[in-house]
């Protein structure tokens, strides 16, 4: 069983920064973060793979990053320009896909406990 650990979320003024982190206990070929918000259904925002191909939902396009770590098993999302709509818990994914795509929440087999992102205006 594959475990997923995220760090660095919080709670931010409009326009902050944050970098969340996910450890992984094995390596993966696509990793990704997902966030939810009260009252909404989970959400794609970026996903990775092993060729570090890189695919972001265009609401974060432009303000957020997604990178990795692969020596460490680690996944990172910088987050910038944060807006009030950014709130939710953000949750790191992982599958043995090499390919991300298709994004489907239910196609990545392992999940991290999530992590609070809170925006304020």
């Known amino acids: 069983q594959v475990q997923l650990v995220e760090s660095g979320g919080g709670s931010v003024q409009a326009g902050g920064s944050l970098k969340l982190s996910c450890v992984a206990s094995?390596?993966?070929?696509?990793m990704g973060w997902f966030r939810q918000a009260p009252g909404k259904e989970r959400e794609r925002v970026a996903t990775?793979?092993?060729?570090?191909?890189?695919a972001y939902t265009d609401s974060v396009k432009g303000r957020f990053t997604i990178s990795k770590d692969s020596v460490n098993n680690t996944v990172f999302l910088q987050m910038n320009d944060l807006k009030p709509e950014d709130t939710a818990m953000y949750y790191c994914?992982?599958?043995?896909?090499?390919?991300?795509?298709?994004?489907?929440?239910?196609?990545?087999?392992?999940w991290g406990q999530g992590t609070q992102v809170t925006v304020s205006s």
């Open positions: 094995a390596s993966m070929g696509c």
């Open positions: 994914a992982a599958d043995s896909r090499t390919t991300c795509y298709p994004y489907y929440s239910y196609l990545f087999s392992y």
């Open positions: 990775i793979n092993i060729r570090t191909t890189t």
